[in-house]
C-alpha cells in the first residue's frame, strides 16, 4: 500500500455551539479514491472546507505529503492551491461563467504563467518566453477539454454549456492547476446515469492515469461503490465506519445510520434500503 | 370594435383627469417675487397644463392602440405630436415643444418597436449575428480611431468643438482607466475622482513650486496615484459590492476635503492657478516665450495661431487614452488580466485555484489608479487652474456611468458611452437646465433597450479555433 498523501488527524469543526466535525481522523493515498459518505449535514463539506483552506480547524492536523510536508491547517486558501496543490471543485458549480472554457482552463494555470511572464513585466513586452509559456498552457488544456469531450466548445462561454459539460469542465479546471490532491465535492449531482458512468471512466482516468489522490463527496452511490478503493462514513460530524467499499455495505453501523439511496429526497435516517440497491444501477 | 374604442377612450380621459389634478399645483400656479413689501404672488400657467394633459390623453390612447396592435394609427399620432412639436405654434416656453415632440418621438417609437424588437432579437440571438456585433465593434472602434486622428485638420475643428474633443477623450481615458477596476476586476469603486486629484494636484504642486515640466511630472503622477490605489486597496482588500462601493466613496471624499482644508499645502478652496502647460520638446505654446525658451511658432516657423495649443493638447490627451487603452488590451491577454475577470467572476473559486486575490486586486487597483493619475496631471496641464471643485462625487458617478452604460468590459463601449454622456449634454446646451433631464432619459433608454451596456459582447482574450469556424458553433 502506498504511503500517505493527506493524514487527516483528529478534525473538530465548531461554529459557536454546533460540532460540525467531531474528532475525524482518516488517510487518504496517491492513486487511490478516498469516498467520504454520509447523510445530508454530516460533516463532509465542512471537511473540504478545513482541508482547502476556506475554514480554520478548531482542532487538528492536515498533513499533505508532496516535494515537502505541508500542514494545511496554518495555510491561507490561495496558498494550499499554489504551494501544497490541493484542487477541489464545488458542489454547486462554481466556473467563471462569462469566460470561454479555454479561458477557464488557462486561469488553472496562473501561478505558472504569472512567473512565465515575469509577473505581466515581460509579458507586456511580449518577449519570446511568455508565448511559449502560454503556448504549452494552451497545450495542457487542450489536452483536458478531449479528455472531458469539450474540445469543440473551447471558446464558448463556460456559462453557456450543459450542466454535465459544465460538472466536467470544473474536474478538468481543477486538473489543469496538476494537484497532487484532488478534492471532489458531489461531482455527479445532477447527473443522469450514462454521464454518471462517464464520470466514473474520467475519475479512474485521472487516478490511474495521472497517478492524482483524489477525495470524493459523493451520494449517488453507483459512484461511490463502483470507483473508491476506500470509503470513510461520517454522521453526526463523527466518523461511524472506514473501510474497503464491498465492507462498508455490510457494516451494521452503516446501515443503522445511512443507506444510499438514488432517491435523494427520501429522509436519511428512514430510507432504509441495501447498498447494493444503488450498486446494482451502475 | 365601439365599445373597445370607448374604453380606451374613457382610459385616456382618466390618464389626462390624473395629470390635471396632479399638475394643477405643480405646473397650473407659479409663484412669482412681487417686492418685499406683499412677498410672494402666484400667477396662473393654464396653457402649460392643458398642453400637459393633452400630450398626456394623447400617448395614453397611443399606448391602448399600440397594445391593441394598431401599429399605422400609433405612428401616424406620434408624427402629428412631433410636426406639431415642432411647428413655430405659440407657447408659452420652449420647453413645450420639445415636450410634445419627445412625446410623439416615444410614440413613434413605441410603434415601430415590435419590428425592432424582433430585429434586434434575431441580430443578437444568433451565432451569426454575434459575429456581426463582433466584427461590428471591431470595425466601429477602428473608424471611431480615424476620426479622432484626423478631427482637427478637418473644418469642424473650430475651438469648440476641439474643447469638446478634449474634454470626451480626457473622459474615455478616464473610463478605460477605470473600467479596469470595475468592468475587468469586478470592484465597484465610487471614489475613482480621488486618484484624479492625486495626479492633477502632483503636477499642479510640482510645476508651480519645483519648476518641474509636464513630461517629468507625468509619470511621477501616475506612480504617485498607483501608490494612492494600493493605500485605498489594502483596507477594503476584504469587502465586496455595496461595502467596497461605500468605502472607496468615502476615500474619494477623503481625499477631497484634504484637499479642500489642508490649505498650507493645496491652498484649500482657492486653487492652484497659473500652472504651466505641457511643452513639446521644450517650446512652449504661446505668441511670447519666456526667457531662455522657444515658442512652438518659432520652433517651427510657422506663424502663431492661438489653437495650436489646443490642437497640441488634443493630440497629447489622444496618444495618453491609446495607451491606456493599448495597456489594458494587453493586460487582458496575460495571466493577471484574466486573473481580474476570473475575480469578477467568482472569488471564491480563484482562490481555490491558487490565485492570491490580494495581490490580485492591488494590481487592479494600482494600474486603475496610476491612468486617472496620468489623466489629472494632463487636466492640471490644459486647465492651467485647479481646485477641490473639479473633484466632486459626480465625476466619479458620470465616470462609472461612462463604463456601465457603455457594456462593462468593453473598450468600444467606454467610447461611445463618453460621446454620448459628455457630448450630448454639452451640444444640448440650449436646453438650459432640461439638458440634465435629456442626459437622464438617454441613460433611462439606453438600460432599457440594452441592459447590458451599448456594447454588451464580450470576445475571449484568447481561442483555441479561429474566429471563422467560431460563428458556426
Request: with cysteine; aromatic share 8%; net charge neutral.
Amino acid at each position: 500500500m502506498a504511503a500517505p498523501l493527506i493524514e487527516v488527524e483528529h478534525l473538530t469543526m465548531r461554529f459557536g455551539g454546533l460540532v460540525a466535525v467531531d474528532d475525524v481522523s482518516f488517510i487518504g493515498r496517491p492513486r487511490e479514491i478516498t469516498a467520504i459518505i454520509g447523510p445530508n449535514g454530516a460533516g463532509k463539506t465542512t471537511v473540504f472546507n478545513c482541508i482547502t483552506g476556506f475554514y480554520r480547524p478548531t482542532v487538528g492536523r492536515l498533513l499533505l505529503h508532496g516535494d515537502r510536508d505541508y500542514l494545511l491547517e496554518r495555510m491561507l486558501g490561495h496558498e494550499i492551491g499554489q504551494r501544497a496543490r490541493v484542487a477541489r471543485t464545488f458542489q454547486n458549480i462554481r466556473l467563471f461563467p462569462a469566460m470561454s472554457v479555454l479561458e477557464n482552463l488557462l486561469i488553472a494555470q496562473h501561478n505558472k504563467l504569472m512567473r512565465a511572464s515575469g509577473y505581466s513585466i515581460f509579458g507586456l513586452l511580449g518577449l519570446a518566453g511568455y508565448k511559449t509559456a502560454e503556448n504549452a498552457a494552451v497545450e495542457l488544456a487542450s489536452h483536458w477539454l478531449k479528455r472531458i469531450g469539450l474540445l469543440a466548445d473551447a471558446d464558448r462561454p463556460a456559462g453557456e454549456l450543459p450542466y454535465g459539460a459544465q460538472r466536467r469542465l470544473e474536474i478538468a479546471r481543477a486538473m489543469c492547476t496538476e494537484p497532487r490532491l484532488l478534492c471532489l465535492d458531489e461531482p455527479a449531482a445532477g447527473l443522469n446515469p450514462r454521464e454518471s458512468a462517464e464520470l466514473n471512466q474520467l475519475l479512474v482516468s485521472i487516478r490511474d492515469q495521472d497517478g492524482v489522490g483524489v477525495l470524493l463527496i459523493e451520494h449517488d452511490m453507483s459512484v461511490v461503490m463502483n470507483i473508491s478503493n476506500h470509503v470513510v462514513v461520517l454522521d453526526y460530524g463523527r466518523k461511524i465506519a472506514e473501510g474497503p467499499p464491498a465492507d462498508i455495505q455490510r457494516d451494521p453501523a452503516v446501515i443503522r445510520a445511512y443507506l444510499g439511496t438514488d432517491d435523494s429526497d427520501s429522509s436519511p435516517h428512514q430510507g432504509q434500503r441495501s447498498l447494493n440497491e444503488g450498486d446494482g444501477r451502475a | 370594435m365601439a365599445p373597445r374604442a370607448i374604453a380606451m377612450l374613457k382610459d385616456a380621459a382618466l390618464t389626462a383627469l390624473v395629470t390635471a389634478a396632479l399638475g394643477i399645483f405643480i405646473v397650473g400656479f407659479r409663484t412669482i417675487d412681487v417686492g418685499s413689501r406683499t412677498g410672494l404672488s402666484f400667477d396662473y400657467e393654464l396653457t402649460d397644463l392643458a398642453v400637459a394633459v393633452i400630450v398626456v390623453f394623447l400617448g395614453r390612447l397611443g399606448l391602448s392602440l399600440a397594445a391593441a396592435g394598431l401599429r399605422w394609427p400609433v405612428i401616424a399620432l406620434g408624427v402629428v405630436m412631433v410636426a406639431a412639436g415642432v411647428s413655430p405654434m405659440k407657447l408659452p416656453s420652449g420647453f413645450l415643444h420639445w415636450f410634445v415632440a419627445l412625446g410623439g418621438a416615444l410614440l413613434v417609437l413605441r410603434g415601430i418597436w415590435p419590428w425592432a424588437d424582433r430585429a434586434v432579437a434575431v441580430a443578437s440571438h444568433t451565432s451569426g449575428g454575434r459575429l456581426v456585433q463582433e466584427i461590428g465593434a471591431k470595425w466601429l472602434g477602428w473608424a471611431l480611431l480615424a476620426v479622432a486622428v484626423v478631427l482637427p485638420f478637418t473644418p469642424l475643428a473650430d475651438q469648440k468643438t476641439m474643447d469638446l474633443g478634449v474634454l470626451i477623450l480626457t473622459y474615455v481615458m478616464l473610463g478605460w482607466g477605470l473600467n479596469i477596476v470595475v468592468g475587468l476586476a469586478g470592484l465597484l469603486d465610487l471614489g475613482y475622482v480621488a486618484f484624479y486629484a492625486v495626479g492633477a494636484y502632483a503636477y499642479a504642486l510640482l510645476s508651480t513650486q519645483h519648476g518641474l515640466g509636464f513630461w517629468a511630472v507625468l509619470p511621477l503622477a501616475g506612480m504617485l496615484a498607483a501608490t494612492f490605489g494600493i493605500l485605498l486597496g489594502f483596507p477594503v482588500l476584504r469587502l465586496r459590492g455595496d461595502y467596497l462601493a461605500i468605502v472607496t466613496l468615502g476615500f474619494g471624499e477623503i481625499i477631497r476635503l484634504v484637499i479642500l482644508n489642508w490649505v498650507d499645502f493645496t491652498n484649500g478652496p482657492a486653487g492652484i492657478g497659473s500652472i504651466p502647460g505641457p511643452t513639446l520638446f521644450g517650446a512652449v505654446f504661446a505668441e511670447t516665450a519666456p526667457a531662455g525658451r522657444q515658442t512652438v511658432a518659432e520652433m517651427l516657423g510657422i506663424p502663431f495661431n492661438s489653437n495650436h495649443r489646443l490642437i497640441f493638447l488634443y493630440y497629447v490627451i489622444l496618444v495618453l487614452a491609446l495607451i491606456t487603452n493599448l495597456f489594458t488590451q494587453r493586460m487582458r491577454r496575460l495571466p493577471v488580466g484574466r486573473a481580474w475577470e476570473a475575480l469578477r467572476e467568482d472569488e471564491t473559486a480563484c482562490k481555490a485555484l491558487g490565485i492570491n486575490p490580494t495581490n490580485t486586486k492591488l494590481t487592479a487597483f494600482a494600474v486603475g489608479a496610476m491612468f486617472a493619475g496620468f489623466a489629472g496631471s494632463f487636466f492640471a496641464a490644459k486647465q492651467r487652474f485647479i481646485s477641490p471643485e473639479s473633484f466632486t462625487f459626480i465625476e466619479s458617478a458620470i465616470i462609472l456611468a461612462i463604463v456601465v452604460l457603455g457594456g462593462m468590459g468593453s473598450q468600444v463601449g467606454v467610447v461611445l458611452a463618453a460621446v454620448l454622456l459628455i457630448g450630448l449634454p454639452e451640444w444640448f446646451r440650449e436646453l438650459g437646465n432640461y439638458r440634465m433631464l435629456a442626459f437622464g432619459l438617454a441613460m433611462v433608454l439606453i438600460m432599457v433597450f440594452r441592459p447590458r451596456g451599448l456594447i454588451g459582447h464580450r470576445e475571449p482574450s484568447i481561442r483555441l479555433h479561429p474566429v471563422a469556424s467560431a460563428g458556426s458553433g
